[in-house]
């Protein structure tokens, strides 16, 4: 391990420092994102530590901010995209090579990626299914191919994630010799890849384990491959007393459980370098109590706040758990229900969570919320996005970046102190909402 550079293991929603995360909520507005670059760098080193040999890519749906991608390829991350959008946005953050995992491509992502290949971009095609091999192959692509897999297990932290087992991804896995020797003749074929699915914690090692021996029998089974890649899928612990993942034993189980293979493993997570790194901001603006009662007292309110499903989808998608925190005051705990703004009964992040009692005006802090954060946002309700801010200890020059250092005590995460500050997106306005539309 390279110490200190790697930082702790896992960065809570209480190590971020309430003074500063204030600041840029009066100066940005809510709601708002947070990003800290710091972090995202931290977590790119825990992982090329644990995976010294093998291939790190970051599946940058997860986050696809310019700032977090230029992050990520300087911290020596390849790049994983879903779609030609990921693709062209990773070139433009400075990639020259790029995996492009094709699920059910749309003719004009083929078209759009195909080209990008053309002008000279070191591109690896991932396709899970033969018409997709097909088209590639009608589209005169006889460059760098990798068959995804489906490996039959699956894993992740809620059934909607988990991606192993569904016939929508990959190729059977007994049909894959037959295509990959097909394919031979008219691609450069490089690797097989499967991915069990999203958020996987201690609980799923088991079937991630399953996962990698299956691919690594399959590798020794076909021969002559440049990489075996398991996918992404390294869960982060959302709720406070949720131990982090051990990224050792993962990775000592991963190469334990693929053998002995002629190829190189490769891996491509996305949660894991930026969920810890993100907070989502948000201000209260209308506190009721449940039952009737008095605001003042124990029973259960509802604290509306100015963030919803429309600014973080993923409470109301998976139920998953986010921390909040009351960054304004540490009052007397009551049952709480965090709910947005959006006429949806989904549209809460929290049901009766215990926690300070909310007054109007008070600033929550939303936690992990830079992995599917920002990305999943949309404008649903005529609600423009939200805008995002990045910090980082010593951020490469920018010209006219709008860089300041904020004052207090700045330190490098780890105790949550935020350094330079710029802001990476502005937020939307209505005018973005409605400037598409043709009939006004
Ligand atoms: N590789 C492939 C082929 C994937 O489909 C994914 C995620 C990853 C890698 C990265 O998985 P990660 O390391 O981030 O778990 N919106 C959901 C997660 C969907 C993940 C989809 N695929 C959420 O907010 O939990």
């Given at each position: 391990m390279s110490g200190e550079a790697a930082g702790p293991t896992v960065r809570r929603l209480a190590d971020w420092s309430a003074a500063d995360l204030t600041e840029l909520a009066d100066e940005y507005g809510t709601p708002l994102y947070v990003t800290d670059l710091d972090r995202v760098r931290e977590n790119a080193r825990r992982l090329l530590d644990a995976f010294p040999d093998a291939a790190v890519s970051y599946a940058v749906k997860a986050h696809t901010g310019r700032a977090v991608l230029a992050t990520v390829r300087d911290a020596g991350l390849g790049a994983e995209c879903a779609s030609a959008g990921e693709v062209v946005r990773a070139i433009d953050a400075g990639y020259d090579a790029v995996q492009y995992t094709a699920v059910n491509p749309p003719a004009e992502d083929l078209d759009i990626v195909l080209d990008r290949w053309r002008s000279g971009v070191d591109l690896t095609v991932v396709a899970g299914a033969r018409d997709t091999i097909d088209r590639l192959r009608d589209r005169g692509f006889d460059g760098r191919l990798a068959l995804r897999v489906n490996p039959g297990v699956g894993a992740g932290h809620h059934e909607k994630v988990t991606t192993g087992g569904h016939a929508k991804f990959g190729v059977p896995y007994d049909r894959a010799p037959e295509l990959l020797a097909g394919a031979r003749a008219d691609f450069d074929v490089v690797g097989i890849h499967a991915h069990a699915g999203s958020g996987i914690s201690g609980d799923d090692l088991a079937a991630h384990r399953e996962l990698v021996a299956r691919m690594g029998d399959l590798a020794r089974e076909v021969g002559d491959l440049e990489f075996v890649d398991v996918g992404g899928g390294f869960g982060v612990p959302y709720r406070e007393d949720e131990p982090p993942l051990d990224l050792d034993a993962v990775a000592d189980a991963t190469r334990e459980a693929l053998g002995d293979v002629d190829a190189q493993l490769a891996v491509e997570p996305g949660r894991y370098l930026v969920a810890d790194a993100g907070v989502l901001l948000t201000r209260v603006n209308t506190v009721k109590p449940v039952d009737g009662g008095d605001t003042d007292g124990t029973v259960p309110v509802v604290a509306g706040v100015d963030a919803g499903m429309t600014t973080l989808l993923r409470p109301a998608m998976y139920d998953a758990y986010h921390a909040i925190r009351n960054l304004t005051d540490e009052r007397p705990e009551r049952p709480v229900t965090v709910a947005g703004p959006v006429c949806e009964t989904s549209d809460l992040f929290c049901e009766r969570r215990p926690m300070p009692t909310p007054r109007r005006g008070d600033l929550l802090a939303i936690g992990n919320a830079g992995a599917y954060g920002y990305e999943m946002a949309s404008t649903y309700n005529s609600r423009p996005r939200p805008a995002e801010v990045v910090c980082e200890a010593s951020p490469t020059p920018r010209g006219a970046g709008g860089e300041r250092r904020?004052?207090?005590?700045?330190?490098?995460?780890?105790?949550?102190?935020?350094?330079?500050?710029?802001?990476?997106?502005?937020?939307?306005?209505?005018?973005?909402?409605?400037?598409?539309?043709?009939?006004?």
């Open positions: 904020s004052p207090g005590n700045r330190t490098r995460s780890g105790n949550g102190g935020i350094d330079a500050v710029r802001l990476a997106r502005e937020r939307e306005t209505l005018a973005h909402v409605t400037d598409l539309e043709v009939d006004r």
